[in-house]
Structures are given as C-alpha cells and as structure tokens.
T-cell receptor, first 116, second 110 residues
Framework: GAVVSQHPSWVICKSGTSVKIECRSL??????MFWYRQFPKQSLMLMAT?????????EQGVEKDKFLINHASLTLSTLTVTSAHPEDSSFYIC????????????FGPGTRLTVL | DAKTTQPTSMDCAEGRAANLPCNHS???????VYWYRQIHSQGPQYIIH???NNETNEMASLIITEDRKSSTLILPHATLRDTAVYYC???????????FGAGTTVTVRA
C-alpha cells in the first residue's frame, strides 16, 4: 500500500519556540492531507485539512495562527506549531486519502512533540 | 457523520477469532462503515469498509446487519500483533474526514 512518512518522529523543544513537522506521501500524490492531534489516552482529533495550492481549512477551536499549515507540493504538507507551549505537547499525525476506488486513508507514523 | 458506539475494551485469546461489535443506529443511507486500528504510538491503519454487504479482505471480515444499525469486525485468527485500539467510523463516501471515537482496546493474550 501507499506510504506516508513524517519527520521528525519525535521532537523536544523549549517553550516559545516554533516546531515544523513534515508529512510526505512517498509513492503517490496527495492534493489533500489531514492533520490530527492525539493527547495521551485520548482519541485522534482532526485539526485541519491541508489543500495543495490553497489555504488550509481548520476545525472549530483550532487556532490557525498557531498551527500553520503549508501544502507546498503534491507530496508534502508541513505543520508548524508556533510559539509552542507545554499544552501543545501531543502526538501529531497526518494522513492522505488513497484511491477513489478503495477510499482508505494512509496515515503517517506520527510525531511526538514535547514542549518543555 | 453518524455516531458510533463500541465497547471500551475486550480481551481475546491468541489464535481465536475476535469479534468486535459496533453500533451505528443513526447511520444514514449513504454512509459507509470504516474500521481502522491503531497500534500503540503508531498512526492508524485502515482495515476494511462496507456499505451494506458483508466484506472480507486479507485482514478481516466485516458483517453489517440488514438494517445497518450495527456491524461486527471479525479478526479470524487473532495474533499478539493484533493488540491495538480499533475504531469504527461512519462516514459518507465523498468525505475523507474521519471522526474518531474512543474505539475498543483489544488485547490479545497468549
């Protein structure tokens, strides 16, 4: 099946700094990608939809100025957590839809962000 | 998207079939049932989906009741590597957004 990668797999940063997370579709093109956040012992929460060539659409309650999304190409979406704080510590996961025929979503392995 | 209800957790024995129930009594006619699983600290993995017919693939079988108000995911021969949180999601075919509930934590025991 198709592969989605994320980089880095984990990151530790100081409060107030910005962190960029990359999501790549390795063997297919993705005009749309999704970003999720998962706190410990909780389920995944959709944060935003990343659209190639246009602005991302954010779910209610997600600050677009804090979580900057750029879909630079058909295989790359980036999520930048600006001025990170300890409450932003979480597991960030991206996904990309598969073929119209199968309708499965391919998820990246996730990025563990810890803000000190 | 229709709300789904799943048991919080279940255990099953290695080598035996694992039957995971899901209730989706408010599902609409054009909503599919999708199953994903998430092994600890990894991204979710697609398992199977269906509309009204039973479906089978190399990973699992999906049995949907005739009234479509519930379904069962069957892992035919559970292994220790099947230990994961299993999510049942109802969604329209054209909507790629997935709304994850709490899921069922399945523990396969030797």
């Amino acid at each position: 099946g198709a592969v989605v990668s994320q980089h880095p797999s984990w990151v530790i940063c100081k409060s107030g700094t910005s962190v960029k997370i990359e999501c790549r579709s390795l063997d297919f093109q993705a005009t749309t990608m999704f970003w999720y956040r998962q706190f410990p012992k909780q389920s995944l929460m959709l944060m935003a939809t990343s659209n190639e060539g246009s602005k991302a659409t954010y779910e209610q309650g997600v600050e677009k100025d804090k979580f900057l999304i750029n879909h630079a190409s058909l295989t790359l979406s980036t999520l930048t957590v600006t001025s990170a704080h300890p409450e932003d510590s979480s597991f960030y996961i991206c996904s990309a839809p598969g073929t119209l025929l199968i309708r499965e979503q391919f998820f990246g392995p996730g990025t563990r962000l810890t803000v000190l | 998207d229709a709300k789904t209800t799943q048991p919080t957790s279940m255990d099953c024995a290695e080598g035996r079939a694992a039957n995971l129930p899901c209730n989706h009594s408010t599902i609409s006619g054009n909503e599919y049932v999708y199953w994903y699983r998430q092994i600890h600290s990894q991204g979710p993995q697609y398992i199977i989906h269906g509309l009204k017919n039973n479906e089978t693939n190399e990973m699992a079988s999906l049995i949907i009741t005739e009234d479509r108000k519930s379904s069962t995911l069957i892992l035919p021969h559970a292994t220790l590597r099947d230990t994961a949180v299993y999510y049942c999601i109802a969604g329209e075919y054209n909507d790629y957004k997935l709304s994850f509930g709490a899921g069922t934590t399945v523990t396969v025991r030797a």
